[in-house]
Each structure stands twice: as structure tokens, then as C-alpha cells.
């Protein structure tokens, strides 16, 4: 059944930030003010290599307003930040590596004070050679920008014999992708308030997706005890994985210590489009070999990603880019190694999707191609070469068993758009029959399918001018969330029933959009029968949640479904024999229910949360920590929670113009149970319009290592022109008995999938295929004879 | 400690400029060329007006001047003098109450974020005032200049029919 307000019904809510946000009342962090407040600005290098040879301050600090002009001699702890490892400086002191990098900074009464002060600080660079590709970076004889090196990371997994295994193929499809420097692109840009208090302690209001890392952190920076630092991270104006690296937090905790007053830092779009992480471009090259019949016999993938300047998670991002990128299918021979490139370019990092994007991209791409190699519905091929229910993972690995590949094929397969693929003829005044070898290089080499049975073409078209096509395509992923084998992932949560009365659900996980306070309200709702206004949610403050881990890697939800299943029973007994004891009654014949503790039977309401509250010795409270499931392999990274959807889309081409627009698409999504539909909708629609972006138009390009869009007249993301097509979301929410994972994580998965889809709409429509996102419209305009040909059926 | 009630200080010597801001006269003292988002926000303490791109790309800012959205990122202070002012604290036209697009937004889920809603629910509040029952490609046009990266534009675009169908309905 498809997903909507409609057959929703009750579990339809008002989010419980709905209000305050469709009012404007909310204040996000970056809107704070606080008295006698300065505003705090950062100098960033012009050079994307080079050796600092001076820093003169003397003029910026004498200029009158200005309260604390900063750089690395005034770092007290730990000069570099960084979640995995701390290779950035938080201020360059012997080389500036690319053009986003902290030399200094200041905080001055005005914002045009503080201007001005960032134009008196004087520094003395000598420019290095620049490194500006990962190919660059990789040569023998190119500067070192890391003590160990220009690798950041490298990654290597085999099994089989691929090599043996080719030679047995009867065919074999040799391509490489492609893939942008994608922006995250939130509305609201990073900034904060950073507030000395009269105690001595210091609070961060700033956004992040995990708090208590980012204290972990700035202690580290400030070199004061993590318990002197609190920090408020909700809510938050968009992240997807933007702003879970520490940005303007350094600068602004340190500006704000030094001068003793509180700090505002807000970033212009230009500062966060120079400074702020990107998409990892990859460069994927993909051989995979099938049997006579369309068998998989091997597949082998060598990865290239520009992580930038400094790792962040770039580690990790390649991790989990080399594990997708065997995805779901099944092989016996496989060959994957990946590296991970230290350059002068921007910087690369955590984004919505981590990897799978680029690595999806590329094998459904090559899925594609196979199956038309060998004649076969790309559809069919899938499931010819599709894990099943019992498989191990890509690595071998075990993981949590569900049929969810086999569930998300079939209902593909089933949807009326998919349908419409095969009732739709081909278009008369069709393409030249100029069949390409399949292993040829160059995108965009224009060519026609060779049957009919293999690649429909022009599916569903009407009457339309001759230079309109349509085309349906199909793509299928397997996404795993939390972090992986290897990497601590704890989790936690709190309940507890507050002096007030109300009932506090406490985790430390933050609100950027993704409707997580809402997902919580039900979850508190459904599970125990509480009433909205009986709970208090609190997230997104270090100083009152337990460490429940970040709030990344598509676990939140996962995470606050087994912690609240873990705590049921504990609450509810402890709600209950409280109330049993201050009325008198047995426990076993009262229940938990809106506003109080009612009887079990009729459900009259005995006593109220508020005249429960403070009546107990013991404070009623449970709390449970725990870690993330992961696999029993050492094979790090691996994932043993999975999640899997379908897409399938519907586009139009106009050959003139080389434009393309998605006119439908359909989601099916196996992830367990739908605990929030409006969020499920959201994300699988939201996660996809992202998609939609990286597929057809956004790619922040760099020329020599600079950014040649600086805002979003030139960085362009989609509008609602390009997303008014329909979409259908279909969620397949059972799971195998007995399976004590419940919900699994649907944040990113649903970013993953259209654009290799799109790619097999656009072939199915024009019959170029695209190796390259986002694809160029140059490679789908028809030359003029050609088109007419076309128009005059000649 | 967090106080937001406490405006930054006029400028001395700047003119002073009138205008009718959520229906309320209001003067406010700077320069001509100063933008009206930054005497939104940093003057008057109206966050709910965002801020995204400074360029008059994102819409984030998008208030009404006479019943007009315009970005105030574009617009300067001068150009406001004996003009009319709303901003999404002002759209429901009184404390607490809503307006239909609001409730719609609310109803529908028409937002993640929120950040770009403020901006969202000022250009279709416009639209509608003016036409009451667009066709989708009126819809389209009409939010065209604001960006939401959350939601794909979906429960907005459902959200904005279902204000239109609010308005019918009150009108029948």
C-alpha cells in the first residue's frame, strides 16, 4: 500500500515542532543574540598550497572594537580537530592546504569592524605546487601534504579468483564512473552563539549531529575538562551530514574565552560553499564478467576518492563506498581496492548516503549494461544475480537476515510505472541501429538498443514533437546503516518521570529535520499510551542527555525503538506500583494511559503523572546503554543491519535542449516498520529530490583547486519546478519472525537510488549511456540531421 | 541569558524611516541603503525571517511589501518608507492564530527543517490572496524562488493545494 496522509490515518501527527516552525517562533541556534554579543569572523587562506612564513596581528588587534584577534599561539590545547582523526589544524601554523583552510580569527563589536580586522592581519605565504587531482596527489614525486603521505586511506577485499574468473565469461562490461563534488546545501549555514558563562563554564549553541563529540572536541582544543563545556545542538536547519564535523565551533568557543563576552558566528553562503564539506568525488572502475546464461562470475572495482585537504570521515566514507559497491548481488570472485586521496581541492566528507551514492551509481550501471550484453530485461538480470534471504553480505559478512532485496524487486516489479515500461512502444522515426561493444569507452556514445525484449524504449510516449522522449528506468540498493564493524557506536536512552509531572524521554540525539522529535512522541505514545502533552522529549543539550551515539548513519530511529524496548517494562512497572501505592490499588489492575494511570478495565483514569511525581522515595527513572548490533566478522567496516528499496522513474528528454525532467517516480522501501509516515514520506522524498540534484545539474566544480561557484546562483540545487512529478512511496514493513532489530534506518537510502535510475531512463529514452553524473546535457542533443531524420520519418 | 529583546543600537544620524510592519507602525532609525533583512533580524529581533544566500536566490527571506513577497535580502530600507510590511509573524494577521497555509503546512508536513519554511509560507500566502484556486503550474511558478532541501517540494506542493482546499471550503 502506498504511503500517504490518507492511509496513514491515526498515525498522521502534527509534529510537535510543526507549530513553532510553520510560525517562524522557533529560534534555530544561529538566530540567538545575547547582550554585549560580538561577532566573530575567520580568515582563511587565498592559497591551496602553501608555507606560512608570518603572521602579523599587531594591526587587527589595535584596531578600536575589535576584543580578540586569534591564531595557532593561541590555541591552548590540542591545535587540530577532527571525528576520526585529528588531522586539521583548527589554525594553519606551518602550511595552509587548500583554500577553506583557518589562519586567524577575530571578534569585534560589529560585523564591519570585524571586517575590517580580517583585512589588517597580515600573512606571509610562500605558494607550494598545487595538487589539485588525486592522480596528481598519487605521483611518485609529489609533495607530501601529510607527514605519512597523500594516501589517507586505502581499503582491499578479495575472494575468488577474478582474473581465473574472466577468462571463463562469456561477457564482460569494462566501465569507469564518475561522480560530483556534491554541496549538502542546507538552508541554514553554520554558525552559533558561543556564550562564556559567570561560572566559568562555557556553552555552545551551535549545530551538530552529535553533541557530545563535539564537547569531547573543543576540551581538547580548549584543553579544559569536558564537564566545563555545554553544548546545545538542536534545533538545526538541515545538515545530511554536513554539520557533523566540527566548522565554526573552534573559532567561536576560542573567541569567546579570549575575550570574555559572548561570540556570534553565522557564515555567509560563500564562507560555508569555501570552507564546508562536500560529496567525495569518485572515479569507479568496474569490470564485472557474467556466464552464457547471465550468471555473475566476477566483479572487480577499483575506487579513487578526493577527500580534500583533511580526513574527517573520509576513512569511513571510502569503507563503506568499497563494501556497496559489491552491493546485493551474488558473486564467487571478487576484487575490490579503493583509495582515498589527500589533495589541495575542498573538502570532501560525511554526506547523506556515505559512499553508497557513488558506489550504486556505478554497479547499477554496470548491472545495466550486463544485462543488455546478454539480452535479458535489466530487471530480470537483477533477480537472476540478486541475494536471497540466508546470503551472508557483501563481504561474506553475517547480517541480520531479512528477504528485503527479493521484497523491493518484486514490488518494483509489480508497479504500475513499471507497467507502463512495458506497454509502451517504441517511437516511430526511431534511432540508428549503431550497436556499440559494450566495453567501449566515453560517455554518451549514442547508440540503440539491440532488441526490443532487452530495452523497451520510449515507454509510455504519446503524441509528441519528434525531438520528446521518455524513458523509464529501474535502479536497486542495499544500504546498511550505523557505523560498522570496528568503530564504537554506543547507544542510549532515558525515561523518566519528571517533578512536574511530565514524562521525559531523554536521548542525546539532535532535531535537523528528519522529524526525529516526532518519530520519538510516537514511539512514546504507541508504546507506553501516553498522551502528547504528557511527555516532555529532550534532546540536543550535553548537559542533560545520555550518550546515545550521533545522530548519523540512518540509526537514530533504530536506536530509540530498542532503547525504548529495553525500558518498557522497567517504566511501566515502576509508573505502575508507584500509583498502586499512593491509591491503594493492586498493580496487576492498573494501566498506563493519557494523563495518568487508569484502570485496567474500564479505563477510568485513577491518578494523575503530576500526583505520582515527587510522591516516591525512589525517583522514577530507567536507562539503558548499549551498542549498535554489528557483525562477527573483523572485516572493518562490514554492516550487519540493512536496509533495501527499489526505484523506478519516468523521464522526458527534449532532445534540442539535452534537458532532462523526472516525470514520476516510485520508492519501494523494505526497512521494517513505518514508525513515523510523514518522516518515512519525507525522507524516502527528500532523500530522493537530493538524488534527483546529483543526477541532473549539481557538481561544485573546481578549477585549479578553487571553487568556481561561490553561491546558488551558480551551485544549483532543485526547485520545486524540477520535483513536481508524482511520487509514490511504498514501504514493505514485515520483517522475519522473530527478528529483534525492528525499524531499520531509512535516512539515506532514500538519496541513493534515482540517480542510477534516471541514468537508465535517459538511456532508455535517447540510448546514450552516462558514466558521468550529473549527466551533460551536451551528450543528449540530437544533431540537427539527425533530428530530421527523425521528424520526417526519413 | 539568552536575550533576545535587546535591539542593537540605532545608528546616530541616520534617518529615520516609517512604515507598517504586521500591521503595527514602526520607526526605525538607520541608513537608507540598510537591508530590510538585516533590520529584521538584527534590529527588530524578527528571526523568523531566514537567512540563506543574501542574493535573492533561496527565498528563505521572502516577506511582504503591500501584500508583494520580495526577498528582504534585496530590499533596502528607503524602500519601505509608508509601505506595508508583513512577515511570517505577521501572516496570520493576529497572536496565535494561523493562517490557512500554515495549518495546511502543519497538516500536511509540509516541512522538515523548518528554515525554509517561514519564506515558503509567506510566497503562498501571496499566491493565493491573489488566487485563491491555482492550478499546480500557478503553484510551481509561485514557490519557484524558494529552495527547501528537506523535502523535495512534495508535502509542500500538497500542502498549498490543501490551503487552497481550506479556502474553498470557508468560501463555501
Partial sequence: MMLS???????????????????????????????????????????????????????????????????????????????????????????????????????????????????????????????????????????????????????????????????????????????????????????????????????????????????????????????????????????????????????????????????????????SVRAGLKRHPMTIAMKTGIDASGRLLAHRVRIVADTGPYATLGAEVLNFAAEHAIGPYRYANVDVESVSVYTNNGMSGEFRGFGGNQAIFALEGQMDRLAELIGMDPWEFRLLNLRRMGDPGPYGQTIAQTDGAYQVWQKLKESALWHQRKIGGRCAGGRDADVRDAGGKGSGERKTAASAAAVPGNSGGNARPPWIRTGIGAALVMHGFGFGVGLPDPAAGRLRLAEDGRIEAVFGYEEFGQGLLATLETLMIETFGFAPDDLRLVIGDTDRVPDSGSSTASRTTAMMWQALRQMERPFRRKLLEAAAGLIGKPVESLALGPGGVMSANGGQRLIRYADIAGKTAEPIAVETHFHFPTSDTDKFGAHFLYSYSAVAVKVEVDELTGRVRVLEQYHAVAAGPVVNPQGYIGQIEGGSGMALGYALMEDAIMENGRYLTGNLDTYLIPTIADLSGSTAVEPIEDLPDGDPYGPRGIGEIGSVGLAPAIAAAVYDATGVRVNRLPINPALLIRKPEELWKAVSGQ | MIDRTNPVPVQTGSPVFAFTLNGEPVAVTAPPSRRLLDVLRHDLLLTGTKIGCEIGRCGACMVLLDGKPVNACLTMLYQVEGRRVTTIEGIAGGKDALHGVQRAFLEEGGYQCGYCTPGMIVSAAALLAERPDPTDEEIIEALSGNLCRCTGYGGILRAVRRAAAIGREADG
Fill in chain 1, 5 to 271: 496522509r490518507e492511509t496513514a490515518g491515526g498515525r498522521w501527527r502534527i509534529r510537535p515542532d510543526g507549530p513553532d516552525k510553520v510560525t517562524g517562533r522557533l529560534a534555530y541556534l544561529t538566530d540567538l543574540a545575547a547582550p554585549d554579543m560580538l561577532y566573530g569572523l575567520v580568515l582563511r587562506s587565498p592559497h591551496l598550497h602553501a608555507r606560512i612564513r608570518a603572521i602579523r596581528t599587531e594591526l587587527a588587534a589595535a584596531l578600536p572594537g575589535v576584543h580578540a584577534v586569534l591564531t595557532h599561539r593561541d590555541v591552548p590545547g590540542l591545535n587540530a580537530f577532527g571525528i576520526s582523526r585529528q588531522d586539521q589544524p583548527v589554525f594553519c601554523f606551518d602550511l595552509v592546504r587548500y583554500v577553506g583552510d583557518a589562519v586567524a580569527a577575530v571578534a569585534a563589536e560589529t560585523i564591519e569592524t570585524a571586517e575590517r580586522a580580517l583585512e589588517l592581519i597580515e600573512v606571509e605565504y610562500e605558494p607550494l605546487p598545487v595538487l589539485d587531482t588525486p592522480e596528481k596527489a598519487l605521483a611518485e614525486d609529489a609533495p607530501k601534504l601529510h607527514p605519512q603521505g597523500n594516501v589517507m586511506h586505502s581499503n582491499a577485499y578479495k575472494r575468488g579468483d577474478v582474473e581465473a574468473a574472466f577468462a571463463a565469461c562469456a561477457h564482460v562490461v569494462e566501465e569507469t564512473y564518475s561522480t560530483p563534488r556534491q554541496m549538502h546545501t542546507y538552508m541554514e549555514t553554520e554558525g552559533g552563539l558561543f556564550v562564556p558563562e559567570p561560572d566559568g563554564r562555557l556553552t555552545v549553541y551551535a549545530p551538530t549531529q552529535h553533541g557530545l563529540l563535539d564537547r569531547l572536541q573543543l576540551a581538547r582544543i580548549l584543553a579544559v575538562p569536558e564537564e566545563r563545556i555545554r553544548v546545545v545542538s538542536s534545533p538545526i536547519g538541515g545538515s545530511f551530514g554536513g554539520k557533523d564535523e566540527l566548522n565554526i565551533q573552534p573559532y567561536g568557543a576560542l573567541l569567546a574565552l579570549a575575550a570574555g563576552r559572548p561570540v556570534k558566528i553565522h557564515n555567509s553562503r560563500r564562507e
